[in-house]
């Protein structure tokens, strides 16, 4: 992985800063990231009245999995240390395309399921999940400008 310095900013910087992290053209990762939302689509879709912690729960086993074939490795703590960044960013852009995406039928699972924007996803992750699940949300918050 490569240093961090110029941290992203906004999601538009960030579909900069993330290709050259994880050492591909930005255009093979938008490709995954539509991918990865259609397959959390469907995964959400699959669960009759999915609870906030389940949508986090698939996300974060979706952003692993692609990271993790990327070649970046989390299983320590010296790996979520390295690469925990990477990933935060990672579930930020997916939930940002997602809520953009979101009109009509399409991500209607996850729409049902609260992700309408990306402060009501937030939101609703705050009140279900652990401390220690919530941290990635609220750093990435923290990236972004807000509390």
């Not at 990762?29 to 986090?56: H, N, T, Y």
């Not at 320590?76 to 930020?92: C, K, P, R, V, Y």
């Not at 992750?125 to 972004?144: G, P, S, T, W, Y």
């Given at each position: 992985?490569?240093?961090?310095t ?9 579909l ?20 990865m ?7 959400v ?10 949508v986090?729960s698939?996300l974060?086993?979706?952003t692993?999995s692609?990271?993790?074939?990327r070649?970046?490795r989390?299983?320590?703590?010296q ?6 960044l990477?990933?935060?960013w990672?579930m ?8 953009k995406?979101?009109s009509g ?10 992700l309408t ?10 009140r279900?999940?652990?401390?220690k ?5 609220v ?6 400008g807000?509390?």
């Amino acid at each position: 992985m490569k240093d961090n310095t110029d941290l992203p900013r906004s999601i538009e910087a960030n579909l900069r800063w993330l290709p050259r992290q994880l050492g591909i053209k930005k255009q093979i990762l938008e490709a995954d990231i539509r991918d990865m939302a259609w397959v959390w689509e469907e995964a959400v879709g699959e669960i009759c009245q999915p609870s906030p912690r389940a949508v986090f729960s698939i996300l974060r086993v979706g952003t692993r999995s692609y990271l993790r074939g990327r070649g970046l490795r989390m299983g320590n703590w010296q790996g979520w240390e390295q690469h925990g960044l990477t990933e935060s960013w990672l579930m930020m852009c997916l939930i940002s395309y997602v809520v953009k995406e979101s009109s009509g039928h399409t991500f209607r699972a996850l729409r049902q399921a609260g992700l309408t924007s990306i402060e009501a996803f937030v939101e609703s992750m705050r009140r279900h999940l652990k401390a220690k699940e919530f941290d990635i949300l609220v750093e990435v918050r923290q990236m972004l400008g807000g509390d």
